[in-house]
């Protein structure tokens, strides 16, 4: 923790109109011990229909939870993204598209936005939608993935983008979780030079039995021929043909949701997590703008995907609502090869690129290739999000991508906390390579140990967040107790993030990953139950159990063990068996790295599986298994270190 720290004013790249470190101080001691004053003026950086009067009611006590921001506000979220930029800015490029092939791309304007968000608008009243109902968002990278979001915002439905990546059964899932009447997909989704079926799987999910609920099924042509579609289904270009390019925005109350967004934990199903409008548009905006330093006009590239809250948030709502110009990437940053980021970077002139550490790691494993034949002269900031960022990796982000003139802005959040929670500030705060470094206005971080007992001065310990911020999630949709359970009940009266961190001696916060069994598998979530329900579920199979293992790309790998129904005959083509399964069960993101086949799994006398041993095997870790007196039958460790994989 003794890492080198980087003066603001030992980048080039200075920042107009960047706080200096003692406002940021000031203004975060105020957010802190004011909260009420400090956002009923910072709430006012968005627009509302009728002004909020109250700014903040919450309480975190398990026994009267209840979390509200500018309560008796009303506005539109989509009227703050699109229309109150028309007046001056109508011809501003709202969105920059770049197709996954490099000789497709498109600019779309502010006026453009407005029209195609309002056609669909349109188009979503005709089939019926109407405020609150819930609509599945299932798209390629393409701008009409956020036209979809912003639509929904603008009826006052409530979206649920589900990652393009998912599996019918995931698809499924989430419908039937959230009661969806609509589910909007597109034929195809183009990455890496090759154009995968995507509507299919949605397809295979609705005739599921137990899939009920959906009345209508949008679809955009996105690939140079037309599939025939079946009657219950809709082309978007067909839906929007006759629709006006004007639509009223809905008034909608500050706490009324504006999307669900499901996320693994570490039990049962993906959770549904439910953001309202107010206070997550109010966090967007505020974060977007003031950790990138952010001015109208310049532009900024999130590389995310939509289906994730990072593209919820820095690449559809913080930065529209910013009047940025936001570009959206289609395809794979290997493809055609290495160059790519650099070539998109030169070619739209991004002075903000914000990516994960996993896409960092993986280009510096290509060598030099990635930094040729481009400058990228234009960048000012770079960001990091997902995962924690390995120093080695950091240093390359800040040599190589920015050529050592760049600050690095390393953001901690959770698609629960809705934006960035602890982070740097470009052009404010100091920087240490690997630390995400100091809180946003009025989050609170303290660590506290097992028992729940604060942890003073430089310490580590879990991390929990005291007091809340305007952009949190409210609530687990249809299922509110879990919410309170899984956030308010470990430590009282805080919220329990789920990590793992330090505070060093300046105070700065070093995030070192997930403490409970939830896997972070390139800056993707994964529960590790869901991963173990789906192995189960395999003819073949009586018993699994997934643990993570460092991996130099991932951060994370995949480590599964399975035990065999008796008599099963264990063979490559079974582990390849099992490998498919998974991949096609929940998603290509959840393919297990490597499959160990064992007789037993190691447990208690109870029955418990013993995973903090299962984790040591899969690091190659296993002399130090620690105490194993409780096992019932040791052997099983034995064998298990005796066929390990990971050597
Ligand atoms: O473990 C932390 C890790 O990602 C988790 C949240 O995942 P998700 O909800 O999918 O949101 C990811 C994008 C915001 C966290 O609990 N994480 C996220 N950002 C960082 C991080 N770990 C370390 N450093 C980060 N900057």
């Known amino acids: 923790m003794n890492a080198k720290c980087y003066a603001v004013s030992d980048f080039e790249h200075q920042h107009q109109g960047a706080l200096s470190f003692e406002q940021y101080q000031a203004m975060y001691k105020e957010s802190v011990e004011n909260p009420d004053a400090f956002w009923a003026e910072h709430g006012k950086r968005i627009d509302w229909i009728k002004p909020f009067t109250k ?48 000789d497709q791309q498109q600019h779309v304007s502010y006026q453009q936005l407005h029209d195609e968000v309002c056609k669909l608008a349109n188009g979503l009243k005709k089939l019926g939608v109407q405020k609150g109902d ?4 299932y798209m390629p990278m393409v701008p009409q993935a956020a036209y979809a979001m912003l639509a929904c915002a603008r009826i006052g ?3 649920s983008v589900v990652f393009a990546g998912f599996s019918p059964h995931a698809i499924a899932d989430r419908i039937i979780d959230c009661q969806a009447s609509v589910v909007i ?13 995507l509507k299919h799987n949605v397809d295979e999910a609705l005739a599921r039995d137990d899939v009920t609920t ?72 505020m974060t977007h703008q003031k950790i990138f330093n952010y001015s109208p006009g310049e532009i900024y590239w999130c590389a995310a995907d939509v289906g994730w809250i990072t593209g919820h948030t820095y ?58 034949d481009s400058t990228r002269d234009s960048l000012r900031v770079l960001g990091t999000v997902g995962e924690p960022i390995n120093p080695e990796a950091w240093q390359w982000y800040y040599e190589k991508v920015g050529k050592t003139k760049c600050q690095i802005i390393d953001t901690w959040w959770q698609t629960e906390t809705g934006g960035a929670m602890i ?28 028992d729940g007992k604060e942890l003073a001065g430089e310490a580590e310990g879990n991390l929990v967040l005291k007091g809340s911020w305007p952009g949190q999630a409210r609530s687990i949709y249809g299922n509110h107790q879990r919410f309170i359970e899984t956030y308010f009940s470990a430590y009282e009266n805080v919220y329990f993030t789920g990590d793992g961190c330090k505070r060093d001696a300046d105070g700065f916060y070093w995030i070192t990953g997930r403490v409970d069994d939830v896997l972070n598998v390139s800056g993707h979530r994964l529960g590790t139950a869901e991963i173990e329900s789906s192995l189960v579920a395999h003819e073949m199979i009586a018993e699994a159990a997934v643990v993570g293992y460092p991996h130099d790309i991932k951060g994370q790998g995949i480590y599964v063990y399975v035990t065999p129904i008796a008599g099963t005959e264990v063979s490559e083509e079974l582990t390849k068996s099992v490998r498919d399964w998974v991949r096609k069960d929940l998603s290509p993101i959840a393919t297990p790295d490597m499959i160990q086949w064992a007789p037993g799994l190691p447990k208690t006398r109870s029955g418990k599986i013993m995973r903090r041993i299962l984790r040591k095997v899969a690091a190659n870790e296993y002399d130090q298994l620690g105490d194993t007196s409780t096992l019932a039958d040791p052997s099983v460790v034995d064998n298990l270190i005796e066929n390990r994989l990971n050597r």
């Not at 819930?134 to 968002?137: A, K, T, W």
Request: a negative charge; hydrophobic letters at 40%.
């Open 157 to 159: 439905a409530v979206h």
């Open 55 to 102: 700014v903040k009611n919450t309480s975190f006590n398990k026994d009267d939870l209840h979390i509200k921001w500018f309560e008796d506000g009303t506005l539109n979220v989509s009227a703050n993204c699109i229309d109150r930029h028309l007046a001056e800015h109508a011809d501003q490029t709202a969105i920059i598209w770049e197709g996954d092939s490099p």
């Open 315 to 372: 690449i559809v709502y913080g930065p529209l609502a910013n009047r940025a110009t936001t570009v959206m990437f289609e395809g794979v940053p290997t493809y055609p090869d290495e160059r790519r980021i650099g070539q998109i970077i030169d070619k739209h002139q991004v002075s903000i690129l914000y990516t994960a550490p996993t896409a960092i790691r993986a280009l510096m494993a290509k060598g030099e290739l990635a930094a040729q």
């Open 423 to 450: 982070t740097p500030l470009a052009g404010t705060t100091p920087l240490k390579p690997g630390s995400a470094t100091l809180p946003f206005f009025s989050v609170q971080p303290a660590l506290v140990d097992s």
């Open 214 to 285: 959906i009345k209508h099924c949008v679809v955009f042509n996105n690939d140079d021929k037309q599939l025939d579609l079946p009657s219950s289904q809709v082309w978007w270009h067909e839906l929007t043909k006759d629709c006006a390019p004007v639509c009223a925005p809905e008034e909608m109350n500050a706490e009324d949701p504006l999307f669900i967004l499901y996320t693994s934990g570490s039990t049962g199903k993906p959770k549904g997590l439910v953001h309202t409008s107010g206070g997550y548009l109010v966090w967007a905006s």
């Open 134 to 137: 819930r609509v599945i968002i």
């Open 185 to 197: 997909t597109a034929d195809v989704n183009r990455r890496g030079g090759k154009a995968l079926p």
